[in-house]
Structures are given as structure tokens and as C-alpha cells.
């Protein structure tokens, strides 16, 4: 059985990162991090820093077997992330400090949300 199943009944749980869109389990977010963000965000392991930088409310899923040959990828700005189950939208935005330290690692965060349609 795959590692990214959900069990019936936990969907209530599952949770998008506001920075990748990647969609898992609050539980899953606690025990690893974000697959992708975890270098930057340090979500594992705090329940704090996991309600502020994922959400519980997103729109659309995308499923990415191979995010480096997928336009889909390329189209939702997911191509260099793991494989896995991706949110199309996430609502709720990044708190301050969470975006100088991505920032300060070298990165732009957009936010998810829709309210930015391209970047330069």
C-alpha cells in the first residue's frame, strides 16, 4: 500500500502546505515536515508551525507521478517537487516571519491562493 493512502473517515484531517500545495495528513505534516518545504519551514514536529504555513481549506487536487515531465506541473508551478497530491488552490497566507526565512533561504514565496496569476 502506498504511504501517501488515506483511510477513509481522515479526510478531515488532511491539510495544504501554503507554500508547495502539497495535501497530507496533519499527522503526516507532525512526523515528517513538508517533503518539499521542510529545509525552509520546519514543520515537523510543531503543531504550531504547522497551522500557520498549511491550511485546511483548498480547492482542487492534483495527483503528479512525474512533476519534472509534467506540464501540469509546470502550469502550477510544482515541477522540482516530490511526487504526490497537490492542492490547485490554497487559502490563507504566510505569516511575515515564515516568508523572510524563505526569503533569506533564496526563495520567492507566491502565495497559492490565486491572487498572484504569474511571476517574474
Known sequence: M????V???QQKSLRAC??????QPQSKFMKDGCPNCEPYLALGGSSDVIEE??????????????????WVAKWQRLDGYVSGVYATKVTGTLPEHQQQRLEDAGMRYVPR????????
Not at 504555513?53 to 509534467?70: F, K, M, N, R, W
Not at 491562493?113 to 517574474?120: I, L, Q
Open 2 to 5: 502506498s504511504t501517501s493512502y
Open 7 to 9: 483511510p477513509p473517515g
Open 18 to 23: 501554503m507554500v508547495c500545495s502539497i495535501v
Open 53 to 70: 504555513c498549511t491550511s485546511q481549506v483548498y480547492e482542487g487536487l492534483i495527483s503528479l507521478a512525474d512533476p519534472e515531465h509534467s
Open 113 to 120: 491562493d490565486g491572487s498572484v496569476t504569474h511571476t517574474d
